[in-house]
Each structure stands twice: as structure tokens, then as C-alpha cells.
T-cell receptor
Framework: ETGVTQSPTHLIKTRGQQVTLRCSSQ?????VSWYQQALGQGPQFIFQ???????GRGNFPPRFSGLQFPNYSSELNVNALELDDSALYLC?????????FGPGTRLTVL | GIQVEQSPPDLILQEGANSTLRCNFS?????LQWFHQNPWGQLINLFY???GTKQNGRLSATTVATERYSLLYISSSQTTDSGVYFC????????????FGGGTRLMVKP
């Protein structure tokens, strides 16, 4: 158990739609990161939030956006979905120097 | 950005065999973690090991930061060890962003 939960577990959307994925981390873990993992590859960093502010971003377009809330929950929003957005989306919470991952949301875009 | 390479990409073992997985990285790091990804996608923390040696049961890891590599040892492998093993690093100048290697896909046969 990592103490990080994500919802939903699976999601199917069509191209052009918008999606919101959710993550809840342990109390006191005020840094949350999101990663995208395409099939057969390692996870890729999307962005990170610290105390409700984005403070790091990977090579992802602006249609990937996020929010972090005071209760340590977080959202990843993706607009104008494309077929290549089909992937496992992972949320990670940081405790001291170690990152702990949630079980992921598997998004399929048709 | 920092490059992370893992070898071998695929490994098939007979139950009871030992193995060594390698992770090379191209720049100085202030964090290195090893994960095991199970078939459902969950990333399980194995080691937080920016330097030195650690052991946990049948698993051990060594990181030689000055030579920019880390090794994960699996002894007396079991079928439950099957899955993908990832090495992930935080470069010194990259905030808390983890950069993952491509993974080693391990299959342990009974």
C-alpha cells in the first residue's frame, strides 16, 4: 500500500473529448506528480504540483493541465483528446526524497 | 536531459536462478529508485538508493554514483518476481522529476 489512490481505474473516451483523472495522496505529502506511461515504455513526467502551484513540467502540450487541492487531492485534465493519449496515467506522491505511485488510470481513446 | 538506460531489456529465468539488472545514467543524480511494475500496472517501490548498497530479503541494490550506474540483484528468483523492473532517477538540476529507463521485462518460469 502506497497510500496513493486514483480514480477511475479504467476510462474510454473518443477523440476530441475532455477527461479528468483524480488522485488522492497521504496527508502531509504536499508534492504530487503525474506521469504518462504508453504501452511498452517507461513512465514520462507530465507535471508536478507543490502547495497547489505547478512547479515543473515535462514535454507535454498545454491541453494537459492540472490542479492540486488543499486536501492533498489532485486532478489531471486533458482536453481535445487524441488517439496517442491512450496510456496508463500514474500519480505520484512524495515523502521526503522518495516517490510513491498510485495504481493508475488506464485511458483508452477511440 | 538525463538519459537512463537499462539492461537487459528482456530476461527469462528458471525459478531459483539469480540475476543482475543494470541501470546506467548520463549525469549526476540526487535520487535513484528501483520499482517493480506488476501486471496490473502498479509501481511497487523496491529501493530508494542514490548511493551505497541496500538489501531487502532476496533483493539487493548497489549504486555507484561516481560511475553513474546502479545494479539490482535478484536471488533465488520466484515466479512472483515476474514483471517489469524500472530504474528512475532525479537529475541534480531537474527538481523532483523522475526520469525512467525503458525497463527490464523479467519472466520467471516454474
Amino acid at each position: 500500500e502506497t497510500g496513493v489512490t486514483q480514480s477511475p481505474t479504467h476510462l474510454i473516451k473518443t477523440r476530441g473529448q475532455q477527461v479528468t483523472l483524480r488522485c488522492s495522496s497521504q496527508s502531509g505529502h504536499n508534492t504530487v506528480s503525474w506521469y504518462q506511461q504508453a504501452l511498452g515504455q517507461g513512465p514520462q513526467f507530465i507535471f508536478q504540483y507543490y502547495r497547489e502551484e505547478e512547479n515543473g513540467r515535462g514535454n507535454f502540450p498545454p491541453r494537459f493541465s492540472g490542479l492540486q487541492f488543499p486536501n492533498y487531492s489532485s486532478e489531471l485534465n486533458v482536453n481535445a483528446l487524441e488517439l496517442d493519449d491512450s496510456a496508463l496515467y500514474l500519480c505520484a506522491s512524495r515523502s521526503y526524497n522518495e516517490q510513491f505511485f498510485g495504481p493508475g488510470t488506464r485511458l483508452t481513446v477511440l | 536531459g538525463i538519459q537512463v538506460e537499462q539492461s537487459p531489456p528482456d530476461l527469462i529465468l528458471q525459478e531459483g536462478a539469480n540475476s543482475t539488472l543494470r541501470c546506467n545514467f548520463s549525469d549526476s543524480v540526487n535520487n535513484l529508485q528501483w520499482f517493480h511494475q506488476n501486471p496490473w500496472g502498479q509501481l511497487i517501490n523496491l529501493f530508494y538508493i542514490p548511493s551505497g548498497t541496500k538489501q531487502n530479503g532476496r533483493l539487493s541494490a548497489t549504486t555507484v554514483a561516481t560511475e553513474r550506474y546502479s545494479l539490482l540483484y535478484i536471488s533465488s528468483s520466484q515466479t512472483t518476481d515476474s514483471g517489469v523492473y524500472f530504474c528512475a532517477v532525479e537529475a541534480d538540476n531537474a527538481g523532483n522529476m523522475l526520469t525512467f529507463g525503458g525497463g527490464t521485462r523479467l519472466m520467471v518460469k516454474p
